[in-house]
């Protein structure tokens, strides 16, 4: 299986600041790479596919980048409705799998 | 509105089963593959299985943690999406999604519609 490894694991930032997550693959996974934000009680909301294309309707702060087996999410500057966890997920091979999250909380 | 709505949570006993239903809106669901996907309290997400649309004949996949104790299945002609849990223990306790798979081509893919999740708890 594929493991992903998401770091930091908790993140405390503040309104404006450029924040970044890092997703690591145990083996390549070329661009079959997707971003998640969700918000407590909610589900899931997809942000990034196929590591680096912003879903529609997803604010252009959100960025992905990568390809391989290192992956990041990059938000340029944090607004109050992105505090939440963020979780990255593999579609290259079964079983599919998701990283651990990374829980974005305001400084 | 492309919505998914799924059903069937509730408290069951250790070694119980339980159905789950998912009810899809909005969109041509015989179009599309649908994966389970559950989250534990307090833990992150965990991929359960997919189940392929008729032109790839139904088949599924599975994570190791539910095969052969979960089936998921689904009726295109009502627009359901299924997951039967059998043998539940208390480890399978957990919100359960269904989302909608999003395929254009190569790695152009993602779960792009989610459910709101129903909450199953097992517990004597």
């Known amino acids: 299986d594929i493991q992903l490894t998401q770091s930091p694991s908790f993140l405390s930032a503040s309104v404006g600041d450029r924040v970044t997550i890092t997703c690591r693959a145990s083996?390549?996974?070329?661009?079959?790479l997707v971003w998640y934000q969700q918000k407590p009680g909610k589900a899931p909301n997809l942000l990034i596919y196929?590591?680096?294309t912003l879903q529609s309707g997803v604010p252009s702060r959100f960025s992905g980048s990568g390809s391989g087996t290192e992956f990041t999410l990059t938000i340029s500057s944090l607004q109050p409705e992105d505090f939440a966890t963020y979780y990255c997920q593999q579609l290259n091979s079964y079983p599919l799998t998701f990283g651990g999250g990374t829980k974005v909380e305001i400084k | 509105e492309v919505q998914l709505v799924e059903t069937g949570g509730g408290l069951v006993q250790p070694g119980g089963s339980l159905r789950l239903s998912c009810a899809a809106s909005?969109?041509?669901?015989?179009?599309?593959?649908m994966d389970w996907v559950r989250q534990a309290p307090g833990k992150g997400l965990e991929w359960l299985g997919r189940?392929?649309?008729?032109?790839?004949?139904?088949?599924?996949e599975y994570a190791a943690s539910v095969k052969g104790r979960f089936t998921i299945s689904r009726d295109d002609s009502k627009n359901s999406l299924y997951l039967q849990m059998n043998s539940l223990n208390t480890e399978d306790t957990a919100v359960y999604y269904c989302?909608?798979?999003?395929?254009?081509?190569?790695?152009?893919?993602?779960?792009?519609?989610w459910g709101q999740g129903t909450r199953v708890t097992v517990s004597s």
């Open positions: 989302a909608r798979f999003y395929f254009a081509s190569g790695s152009y893919q993602a779960l792009d519609i």
């Open positions: 083996q390549g996974i070329s661009t079959y």
């Open positions: 909005g969109f041509t669901f015989s179009d599309h593959y």
């Open positions: 189940i392929r649309k008729k032109a790839n004949s139904y088949t599924t």
């Open positions: 196929a590591a680096s």
